[in-house]
């Protein structure tokens, strides 16, 4: 019997799991605990742990950061949410220049067991300043560790191994995705039937997915696609049309870009020989370049065409509906893709 | 230097204003409060997207300082700002265009209810990062210092942008070049559902931020659209032009920045999607008794400044033009795509493209 869960609901049983086990364990961040959450990930958790645990913080990103940096080096180990991981770039001294280089200036004497998390991509028509995907811009800082989960299930188990973890974590998730479940199986792909819900405390207080540990979201021979995080979603989409024109391709969900499995996107692209890379950053020093690069890397023999990347348009992100929608990398575009790199006119 | 005003003085600003004057703030006030329920509605129907955040019961803040402005002073704000285009000279089609996402919004459809901006009538944007226009603010204010401009920037804040850090480094930053600025915190008392005091050392005693940078501090009615006219217009004289030695001249002029706290109230939700559980419903009846549009009607009549029946004359107009505004953006087309790649650079490269200016700017409608 699979569990009927939304995406906000997992975050919650990771977090809840995580600081039940260990009371070093807290959640700070806007609105997180009387409000129950800006978007409910935290409902009726102030509840379940009191005000010392659930903070709830003014409107000061560099400063509650930087405090959860400054706990996590004194030995707590801090959950510290963005409303919006678009807020973060107010903070960026403290998250990009304070947590992941305090071990590696310290000289190994300070680390930072930080769990940095909040909603990130285009959220719905909230404008450039609203829509960051910062995937790319943080991969690139060496000290830091990227989790993008595209299911409850990998939410869930990602989260957990993210606070479990003694390095410092991104955990990327979606305001388009929070409420995905909330209407069972019809929200999603039929390709991740079975495979949507995490287990529950009972059935495995333990239950932690790896990072660097890539995860097949479906099976295929004629072309990979690797992907992440929301565009996931639109990788299935294509999926279901590319198989009515009888391609079947492969869906490789990365669920951390850093560290990156690239062994199962070569395992992959060694089968099937054709490859696309689908990211939601703009495209210029994107995931989506580092991945084709890494692929070129090693397995440029096995390719029977270039890598195709999906992105973002190059472009800020625009209100106008129609015109965000457009700049997306959904699923008519990957399938144009995937066409082009099969040769399939 | 840190002296504090208030407003309440013996000779009222607002005493010298003539009835056709007082009315234009009364039209302003109810067509900002028409348009806002019509938003409210389109937002329902979903022709309006993203975060909508709705300006009703702060009316008098925007209106009775903005009326206290010359036309050329630069306004800055955050993203609660249909209220400041409007008050400014937007045309109300133009605004509700934006939040519709079509060609012929303010932004051409790219910045959406948060990003009102009218380079026409000095209005230089909403802004949704918190905080994020202070700094901006002091840059323009420092901007016609340098070109010796007589100008005050008004830069409206929000009181949860008290806690940013980009608010106390603009507040610094104007004190020690005496940049003729006025940063208004529009003390609605929340921050989505964060009471000011829960979230803002010395909440009650805001006048210690602004001494603590040395800077002339007033506070106001925003619920009464008189007193924070009375407490802007002589604090915008005496700030304009502001100069200062630190910046090469001889004779420093004005009184340098200044900080103002206006006590507002938002009647609707934070934005269109907030349950509200934070206040009680009597706290919001409560404010609803102080309606800044019932206080000057009563002011007009009392004063036999108008009619009842002109007032409701009025009231039908502002009614009027926000529903045309609606209609207006309905009837407007979507932009193309090929907008995702105009605007981008004004020197463009690539697959880059020169954008056309705003309809706005290009004509009247
Ligand atoms: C840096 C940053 N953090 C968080 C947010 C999300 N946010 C948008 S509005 C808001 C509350 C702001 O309240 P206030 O400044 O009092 O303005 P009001 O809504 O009352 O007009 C928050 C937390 C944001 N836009 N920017
Ligand atoms: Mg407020």
Same mark, same amino acid.
């Given at each position: 019997?699979?569990?009927?869960?939304?995406?906000?609901?997992?975050?919650?049983?990771?977090?809840?799991?995580?600081?039940?086990?260990?009371?070093?364990?807290?959640?700070?961040?806007?609105?997180?605990?009387?409000?129950?959450?800006?978007?409910?990930?935290?409902?009726?958790?102030?509840?379940?742990?009191?005000?010392?645990?659930?903070?709830?913080?003014?409107?000061?990103?560099?400063?509650?950061?930087?405090?959860?940096?400054?706990?996590?080096?004194?030995?707590?180990?801090?959950?510290?949410?963005?409303?919006?991981? @678009?807020?973060?770039?107010?903070?960026?001294?403290?998250?990009?220049?304070?947590?992941?280089?305090?071990?590696?200036?310290?000289?190994?004497?300070?680390?930072?067991?930080?769990?940095?998390?909040?909603?990130?991509?285009?959220?719905?028509?909230?404008?450039?300043?609203?829509?960051?995907?910062?995937?790319?811009?943080?991969?690139?800082?060496?000290?830091?560790?990227?989790?993008?989960?595209?299911?409850?299930?990998?939410?869930?188990?990602?989260?957990?191994?993210?606070?479990?973890?003694?390095?410092?974590?991104?955990?990327?998730?979606?305001?388009?995705?929070?409420?995905?479940?909330?209407?069972?199986?019809?929200?999603? @792909?039929?390709?991740?039937?079975?495979?949507?819900?995490?287990? @529950?405390?009972?059935?495995?207080?333990?239950?932690?997915?790896?990072?660097?540990?890539?995860?097949?979201?479906?099976?295929?021979?004629?072309?990979?696609?690797?992907?992440?995080?929301?565009?996931?979603?639109?990788?299935?989409?294509?999926?279901?049309?590319?198989?009515?024109?009888?391609?079947?391709?492969?869906?490789?969900?990365?669920?951390?870009?850093?560290?990156?499995?690239?062994?199962?996107?070569?395992?992959?692209?060694?089968?099937?020989?054709?490859?696309?890379?689908?990211?939601?950053?703009?495209?210029?020093?994107?995931?989506?370049? &580092?991945?084709?690069?890494?692929?070129?890397?090693?397995?440029?023999?096995?390719?029977?065409?270039?890598?195709?990347?999906?992105?973002?348009?190059?472009?800020?992100?625009?209100?106008?509906?129609?015109?965000?929608? &457009?700049?997306?990398?959904?699923?008519?575009?990957?399938?144009?893709?995937?066409? @082009?790199?099969?040769?399939?006119? | 230097?840190?002296?504090?005003?208030?407003?309440?003085?013996?000779?009222?600003?607002?005493?010298?204003?003539?009835?056709?004057?007082?009315?234009?703030?009364?039209?302003?006030?109810?067509?900002?409060?028409?348009?806002? /329920?019509?938003?409210?509605?389109?937002?329902?129907?979903?022709?309006?997207?993203?975060?909508?955040?709705?300006?009703?019961?702060?009316?008098?803040?925007?209106?009775?300082?903005?009326?206290?402005?010359?036309?050329?002073?630069?306004?800055?704000?955050?993203?609660?700002?249909?209220?400041?285009?409007?008050?400014?000279?937007?045309?109300?089609?133009?605004?509700?265009?934006?939040?519709?996402?079509? %060609?012929?919004?303010?932004?051409?459809?790219?910045?959406?209810?948060?990003?009102?901006?009218?380079?026409?009538?000095?209005?230089?944007?909403?802004?949704?990062?918190?905080?994020?226009?202070?700094? +901006?603010?002091?840059?323009?204010?420092?901007?016609?210092?340098?070109?010796?401009?007589?100008?005050?920037?008004?830069?409206?804040?929000?009181?949860?942008?008290?806690?940013?850090?980009?608010?106390?480094?603009?507040?610094?930053?104007?004190? %020690?070049?005496?940049?003729?600025?006025?940063?208004?915190?529009?003390?609605?008392?929340?921050?989505?559902?964060?009471?000011?005091?829960?979230?803002?050392?010395?909440?009650?005693?805001?006048?210690?931020?602004?001494?603590?940078?040395?800077?002339?501090?007033?506070?106001?009615?925003?619920?009464?659209?008189?007193?924070?006219?009375?407490?802007?217009?002589? +604090?915008?004289?005496?700030?304009?032009?502001?100069?200062?030695?630190?910046?090469?001249?001889?004779?420093?002029?004005?009184?340098?920045?200044?900080?103002?706290?206006?006590?507002?109230?938002?009647?609707?939700?934070?934005?269109?999607?907030?349950?509200?559980?934070?206040?009680?419903?009597? /706290?919001?009846?409560?404010?609803?008794?102080?309606?800044?549009?019932?206080?000057?009607?009563?002011?007009?009549?009392?004063?036999?400044?108008?009619?009842?029946?002109?007032?409701?004359?009025?009231?039908?107009?502002?009614?009027?033009?926000?529903?045309?505004?609606?209609?207006?953006?309905?009837?407007?087309?979507?932009?193309?795509?090929?907008?995702?790649?105009?605007?981008?650079?004004?020197?463009?490269?690539?697959?880059?493209?020169?954008?056309?200016?705003?309809?706005?700017?290009?004509?009247?409608?």
């Amino acid at each position: 019997m699979t569990r009927e869960l939304q995406f906000r609901d997992a975050l919650r049983e990771a977090m809840i799991e995580e600081m039940v086990r260990d009371e070093r364990v807290f959640l700070m961040g806007e609105e997180v605990a009387e409000y129950n959450g800006a978007y409910k990930v935290s409902q009726g958790m102030l509840e379940q742990f009191g005000p010392r645990r659930i903070v709830d913080t003014p409107i000061s990103e560099t400063g509650f950061a930087g405090l959860g940096v400054g706990a996590a080096m004194y030995g707590l180990r801090p959950i510290i949410e963005f409303m919006s991981w @678009s807020f973060c770039l107010v903070a960026a001294d403290q998250i990009i220049n304070n947590a992941p280089k305090m071990l590696y200036m310290s000289g190994g004497q300070f680390g930072c067991p930080i769990v940095f998390r909040g909603n990130n991509g285009a959220g719905g028509q909230l404008g450039s300043t609203h829509s960051w995907c910062v995937e790319s811009m943080f991969a690139t800082v060496p000290g830091l560790k990227v989790a993008i989960p595209s299911t409850p299930r990998d939410a869930k188990g990602l989260l957990k191994a993210a606070i479990r973890d003694n390095d410092p974590v991104f955990n990327l998730e979606s305001e388009r995705m929070l409420g995905l479940g909330a209407r069972g199986d019809r929200d999603f @792909s039929r390709y991740l039937h079975g495979k949507w819900a995490p287990p @529950s405390v009972e059935e495995d207080s333990d239950f932690l997915i790896p990072f660097g540990v890539a995860d097949v979201k479906k099976e295929g021979t004629d072309c990979t696609i690797v992907t992440a995080g929301r565009p996931v979603h639109f990788a299935l989409e294509a999926a279901e049309h590319l198989e009515k024109e009888g391609i079947n391709v492969e869906v490789i969900d990365c669920r951390t870009y850093r560290p990156l499995d690239i062994e199962t996107i070569v395992r992959s692209v060694k089968k099937t020989n054709y490859c696309v890379v689908v990211d939601q950053c703009w495209p210029f020093a994107s995931i989506a370049s &580092e991945i084709a690069m890494q692929i070129y890397e090693r397995a440029m023999d096995d390719l029977d065409n270039k890598v195709i990347r999906v992105n973002n348009d190059d472009v800020p992100a625009a209100y106008s509906f129609p015109l965000e929608q &457009e700049m997306l990398p959904h699923a008519r575009k990957i399938c144009e893709a995937v066409r @082009s790199a099969m040769y399939v006119a | 230097m840190t002296t504090v005003t208030s407003g309440k003085s013996m000779t009222r600003a607002s005493d010298s204003l003539d009835a056709a004057k007082l009315l234009d703030m009364l039209r302003m006030m109810m067509l900002i409060r028409r348009f806002e /329920e019509r938003t409210a509605q389109s937002f329902m129907q979903k022709q309006i997207g993203g975060f909508c955040h709705i300006y009703i019961g702060q009316e008098a803040t925007a209106v009775g300082s903005i009326f206290a402005l010359n036309p050329g002073d630069p306004v800055i704000t955050a993203y609660r700002d249909h209220g400041h285009a409007l008050a400014r000279g937007m045309h109300p089609n133009h605004c509700m265009a934006e939040m519709f996402g079509k %060609i012929t919004g303010c932004a051409k459809g790219k910045g959406g209810s948060m990003h009102m901006f009218d380079r026409a009538h000095h209005m230089y944007g909403g802004h949704a990062i918190v905080g994020g226009q202070c700094p +901006l603010g002091v840059g323009l204010a420092f901007a016609t210092m340098y070109l010796g401009e007589e100008k005050v920037t008004v830069c409206y804040l929000g009181d949860g942008a008290l806690n940013q850090g980009a608010f106390h480094e603009a507040m610094n930053l104007a004190a %020690i070049w005496r940049l003729p600025i006025i940063f208004v915190v529009e003390n609605n008392s929340y921050s989505m559902g964060t009471h000011i005091a829960r979230g803002t050392s010395m909440a009650n005693d805001l006048a210690t931020k602004a001494h603590s940078y040395g800077m002339h501090y007033a506070e106001c009615d925003g619920m009464d659209v008189l007193n924070t006219y009375d407490v802007f217009k002589p +604090l915008a004289d005496s700030v304009r032009g502001s100069t200062s030695k630190a910046m090469g001249v001889k004779e420093e002029k004005g009184i340098g920045p200044a900080f103002v706290n206006c006590k507002t109230y938002r009647f609707k939700g934070h934005s269109m999607s907030d349950p509200q559980k934070y206040r009680s419903k009597d /706290e919001v009846a409560q404010f609803e008794q102080k309606d800044p549009i019932n206080s000057l009607v009563n002011h007009l009549i009392e004063r036999n400044h108008a009619t009842q029946e002109q007032i409701e004359a009025m009231d039908e107009r502002a009614k009027q033009i926000a529903l045309d505004a609606v209609k207006f953006a309905n009837e407007s087309p979507f932009p193309g795509v090929e907008e995702l790649y105009t605007d981008v650079y004004s020197q463009p490269f690539g697959p880059y493209k020169v954008g056309e200016l705003p309809i706005m700017l290009r004509e009247n409608p």
